[in-house]
């Protein structure tokens, strides 16, 4: 979403040859790919472990971190492991949302019109939004030591990004198109 935002504004006479069928594929490909191998990674690691006690994890999905909190044996690698990715997985196309986003802005700042500025910032500014959330919740999960957090302050940034977020995408891009914002208005008034 970012690439596709850098490339609608700062090229926006190239966008149809940066955005073809064959790029968004491959953008796509990637993305899945890198998460299938990761998410092996994580559950190689996660299998070679010894599980005693409990067997009820303390969370509304298999998260790793609070399956590892039943483990018996020595999870520093899997931390080790977990921060790395972190860098990896999360701060690196963080960085690179970043980056395309600091690019937008200047662009943005270069136009004349104070109208062409306002809406191009309006297109941008819910992406930015959920990646901010988004990125900030998940940061917080898996970057940080697993005893910084209780269990529960555990499931409530979890429920943050997988649940919240998902939700808000839908409304807040629709905010942006005038038919879903004034058939809100006449909702809201007309109660």
């Not at 690196?92 to 500025?117: H, N």
């Not at 992406?127 to 970057?143: P, Q």
């Not at 839908?170 to 905010?175: A, D, G």
């Amino acid at each position: 979403m970012a690439y596709d935002r850098f490339a609608a504004i700062c090229k926006p006479l190239h966008y149809p040859l940066l955005m073809n069928k064959k790029n968004c594929v491959l953008l796509a490909a990637s993305s899945w790919i890198t998460s299938i191998v990761d998410t092996i990674g994580v559950v190689d690691l996660i299998s070679h472990y010894s599980f005693c006690g409990s067997n009820e994890i303390n969370h509304f999905y298999c998260d790793p971190n609070a399956l590892l909190k039943l483990s018996c044996s020595d999870i520093q690698n899997f931390e080790i492991l977990m921060l790395s990715e972190g860098v990896f997985m999360g701060v690196a196309p963080f960085l690179l949302t970043l980056l395309s986003y600091i690019f937008i802005i200047v662009a943005i700042l270069k136009i004349r019109s104070s109208e062409g500025r306002n809406k191009a910032f309006s297109t941008c500014s819910s992406h930015l939004t959920i990646v901010l959330i988004f990125y900030g919740t998940v940061t917080v999960v898996y970057m940080s030591p697993s005893s910084m957090f209780t269990p529960e302050q555990d499931k409530m940034f979890a429920l943050l990004y997988t649940v919240l977020i998902p939700m808000l995408n839908p409304l807040i891009y629709s905010m942006r198109n005038k038919e879903v914002k004034n058939a809100l208005r006449n909702l809201i008034f007309r109660k």
